[in-house]
């Protein structure tokens, strides 16, 4: 297939052997499957696919991947990298927003006297989960893994972190 990958502003040519197509948000229709290129399973969203050819051949699917687990490890459509641990302490302003629905189906929530909250899950990838605290601005701040924090940036000094 031809496509376009919008982060990189770039084509690329591309051998897929498809696994699910997922249904992100009731949106955006993706396709996950091997990706030759990479050796690695990659999601690839339909509608920037801007040439299909089908093959020929036939593919034996990774016996070794169950599509349930993969989808579960998930933040947001982010499924790329090593599952990791990730702790996010939201301020006491923020923390209802965090307490009203399931972000993740790994996800616990440790509730604090001051009325903040540390939220805990496994996820695969960082990057959507970059931009997902960063709307929270100040009142979110990020505990671990250390590369997260190095993607966020370090906290600025607020009165609720002194506890």
């Known amino acids: 297939m031809t496509y376009y990958t919008a982060s990189r502003d770039a084509v690329s040519e591309r051998k897929l052997d498809p696994y699910v197509l997922h249904i992100y948000r009731g949106t955006n229709l993706y396709v996950i499957g091997y990706c030759h290129k990479r050796q690695a399973i990659r999601w690839f969203r339909v509608d920037r696919i801007q040439q299909l050819q089908v093959l020929p051949e036939i593919f034996i699917p990774d016996p070794d991947f169950d599509a349930k687990k993969h989808l ?3 933040f ?3 499924a790329g990298g090593v599952p990791q641990t990730i702790a996010i ?6 923390a209802p927003y ?4 399931r972000w993740h189906s790994s996800q616990q929530i440790q509730e604090h006297s001051d009325g903040s909250l540390t939220l805990q ?3 695969r990838g960082l ?8 709307g929270y601005g100040r009142g979110a ?3 671990r893994p250390p590369e997260l924090i190095d993607l966020v940036g370090a906290p600025s000094s607020s009165t609720w972190l002194c506890r």
Do not use: A, S, Y
Not at 98 to 101: A, D, L, N, Q, S
């Open 72 to 74: 579960e490890m998930i």
């Open 141 to 143: 701040v990020v505990l």
């Open 98 to 101: 965090i307490r009203e629905r």
């Open 76 to 78: 947001q459509h982010e």
């Open 121 to 123: 899950m496994v996820v």
């Open 127 to 134: 990057n959507d989960l970059k931009r997902w605290v960063l």
């Open 89 to 94: 302490l939201f301020d006491p302003q923020t």
